[in-house]
């Protein structure tokens, strides 16, 4: 089992910051990928990063690439989202999850993930 708390959400004009944080507990941490995934009102959830359980390979949504970066730190247990120049559009419930069957390599379905947190809410004005 895995248990993932996110916090960091909030509410932000465009063009500003937010950096979401996710602490993972149960496993060892370092052991397993991990990832984020967002929902707006009325859409599916997608795939917005993922980062290899040692930290050296990550990957991104087009939609966020140059915007967000994803990071770990195994020492801390928690995964960080930097979310840089946000836009209305990102405006979302951010989900942070554990694809436990994966160490160096990065899934960006849906399927691949076992473990999901709660959702922290990110909402940007314009």
């Known amino acids: 089992q895995v248990q993932l708390v996110e916090s960091g959400g909030g509410v932000v004009q465009a063009g500003g910051s937010l950096r979401l944080s996710c602490a993972a507990s149960?496993?060892?941490?370092?052991?397993?990928?991990m990832g984020w995934f967002r929902q707006a009102p009325g859409k599916e959830r997608e795939f917005v990063a993922a980062?290899?359980?040692?930290?050296?390979?990550?990957y991104y949504a087009d939609f966020v690439k140059g915007r967000v970066t994803i990071s770990r730190d195994n020492a801390k247990n928690t995964v960080y989202l930097q979310m840089n120049s946000l836009k209305p559009e990102d405006t979302a419930v951010y989900y942070c999850?554990?694809?436990?069957?994966?160490?160096?390599?990065?899934?960006?379905?849906?399927?691949?993930?076992?473990?999901w947190g709660q959702g922290t809410q990110v909402t940007v004005s314009s």
């Open positions: 999850t554990a694809d436990i069957n994966k160490s160096d390599f990065i899934a960006t379905s849906i399927r691949d993930y076992d473990y």
């Open positions: 149960g496993r060892t941490f370092s052991s397993y990928a």
């Open positions: 980062i290899s359980a040692s930290g050296r390979n990550t």
